[in-house]
């Protein structure tokens, strides 16, 4: 029993002089706070999967009603096309294009009016620049729809049966579940939270043993009574405390400030999320600083790890369109499984047995990064 407490008192003062050094340091406040917030500011608001003030370039060799009403829908949304550019020639376009002064182009065939006004499909050309291939595929989709939508307007108006009766026509009406008005600040705010935790908890837990070898002070440790065991402890509720403190920053900062959807229920939900990532995410900083003998040597450990993780964590392409052969890294690697409960949190507002489901991987994937840590750390004291 006596032993017990003395260890117990051991890591407890541990832990306390990590907490010293890390707060002690105004440097290291400031970076613990002030950067993640000013990245999830400035990611909400930057990588987003809309495409807004497209420069439009419009050849219409139609003068027809049809032709000028369809441009007038394009004039309609400044928001999407707040720059179209009219032109008289191709030869222009492809110029224009060229020099990228104009994104997308729509032309418009000389029949389109007539053809239309006849009862038969109108031609319309979209030239579009594949240099920003993603950009302009989106585009495409907004151009497709509004002519689609056009077209089928203007056939409900003009066309009539031979027994005078407007056509039927069959309406699609989507629904879009969990986030109705399709805000992708929504989608992108929610995955922010786990890639900004994961960023602090790896940055602490990575530059603690790199510091105490740059101080000179790991050698204190190493002839302290503290054990391998006891100093991975000691090390690692710093980080688990300070990454539930930033993700409850985030937290905040998403319900307040990009109001999203989250329940009380699934505020506690997200927040035991949030405590089982950081620690499969603490056995990786620690591997990292087990390994690096400067704090120069941990930053790049960290970001080497930190950049195919966020890669392969489905923030920004599905992780159903990375090929076969590499897709089995997403099930082993945590910011995946914190990406998908995150926006499922606090879009879908689950029960508790679908956030376990979700959430059971992350155990395993703790115990493997905590013990592959122990190890190396045991390893690298012999």
Request: net charge positive.
């Amino acid at each position: 029993m006596r032993q017990g407490r003395v260890m117990t008192n051991r890591i407890i003062r541990l832990i306390i002089k990590e907490f010293l050094a890390v707060l002690r340091d105004r440097r290291s406040r400031v970076l613990l706070v002030v950067p993640p917030l000013i990245q999830l500011l400035i990611f909400s608001f930057a990588a987003t999967h809309e495409v807004r003030n497209v420069r439009l370039g419009i050849y219409a060799e139609d003068d027809g009603n049809a032709a000028r009403e369809l441009i007038g829908r394009f004039r309609a949304i400044p928001a999407t096309f707040s720059n179209i550019k009219y032109y008289h020639d191709l030869e222009a376009v492809k110029h224009a294009i060229d020099s990228q002064d104009i994104l997308v182009a729509v032309h418009i065939a000389q029949s389109f009016s007539k053809s239309l006004e006849a009862g038969n499909p109108g031609s319309i050309q979209v030239i579009s620049d594949g240099r920003n291939a993603n950009a302009a595929l989106v585009v495409q989709g907004y151009i497709n729809r509004i002519v689609q939508n056009f077209v089928s307007e203007w056939s409900s108006s003009h066309t009539m049966s031979k027994k005078g009766h407007r056509e039927m026509s069959t309406t699609l009406a989507p629904r879009m579940w969990f986030n109705p008005n399709l805000n992708s600040t929504w989608s992108t705010v929610a995955a922010l939270v786990g890639i900004l935790c994961n960023l602090v908890v790896l940055l602490i837990t990575s530059l603690s043993v790199a510091r105490e070898r740059e101080l000179g002070t790991f050698e204190q440790l190493l002839v302290s009574p503290l054990r391998p065991t006891e100093i991975l402890v000691g090390k690692s509720v710093p980080a688990l405390v300070l990454g539930l403190i930033e993700g409850m920053f985030m937290i905040a900062m998403a319900v307040l400030i990009f109001d999203l959807p989250l329940t009380s229920t699934g505020f506690f939900l997200l927040l035991g999320t949030i405590f089982i990532f950081v620690q499969s995410t603490v056995g990786v900083g620690l591997f990292v600083s087990s390994l690096a003998k400067t704090q120069q040597q941990a930053f790049l450990g960290t970001f080497t790890y930190l950049v195919p993780a966020t890669l392969l964590c489905g923030f920004a392409t599905p992780v159903e369109n990375i090929p076969h052969w590499l897709r089995w890294l997403t099930y082993v690697n945590p910011l995946q499984y914190m990406v998908t409960l995150s926006r499922t949190i606090f879009l879908e507002n689950p029960s508790m047995d679908v956030v376990v489901a979700m959430a059971w991987p992350l155990v395993p994937i703790g115990l493997v990064t905590l013990a592959a840590a122990s190890a190396l750390f045991r390893r690298r004291m012999e």
